[in-house]
């Protein structure tokens, strides 16, 4: 049930573009950081029950389970393989699925606001990572990968999820918006 006044922050517009001209290391950072930073805009201003609502049938996808996919994606990738820990799944330790499957209206806002919180986590890891093509401490299916690959990956995960937040936000209340 939605409280009156409780709803995710809205979230001002204040995201730089990527340069057109920029290394590999400012062009993969700059578009991570553009994609992470359209997150908290595009859910700006839901109720737990919106972020909830699975709006786009058949499928059973929700904001809030893609809030939560990303945030435990950003903790195995920069904590995991980039830094060498292993930091277990905010939401899905015991059940895979449960990032995408075991949200409640109750930790919903909860749930946006742990993104943002791991997101300060994470940023340094791979801020420490000198080189893009050095092997890092994980390994990936039994194989070495380099902060590089993690970046594009993440630029994939993130333009993906949010392409169904877009689908998902309209369904909502009509809000549209790059």
């Known amino acids: 049930m939605d ?3 409780h709803r995710t922050p809205d979230v001002p517009d204040t995201r730089t573009a990527p340069p057109f001209m920029a ?6 950072e700059s578009w991570l950081e553009f994609y992470r930073q359209t997150l908290p805009i595009k859910v700006g201003g839901l109720t737990a029950g919106q972020l909830c609502q699975a709006a786009v049938p058949p499928s059973a996808l929700t904001i809030a389970g893609i809030v939560r996919h990303l945030t435990d994606v ?13 930091q277990p799944a905010r939401y899905g330790a015991e059940d895979p699925d449960a ?9 919903a806002l ?3 606001a742990a993104y943002t919180g791991e997101l300060a986590r994470v940023r340094p890891l791979a ?6 093509d050095a092997p890092l401490p994980a390994l990936r299916h039994g194989q070495e990968l380099n902060l590089r690959w993690v970046y594009t990956h993440m630029i994939e995960e993130y333009a993906r999820h949010l392409g169904h937040v877009d689908l998902l936000r309209e369904c909502l209340d009509g809000s549209t918006g790059y």
């Open 110 to 112: 909860a749930d946006v």
């Open 74 to 86: 950003e903790r195995y990738w920069f904590s995991n393989v980039v830094a060498g820990t292993a």
């Open 127 to 132: 801020a420490a990572v000198a080189d893009l």
């Open 23 to 28: 290394g590999d290391r400012e062009s993969l």
């Open 99 to 107: 990032d995408f499957n075991a949200y409640s209206p109750d930790t």
């Open 3 to 5: 409280t009156p006044g």
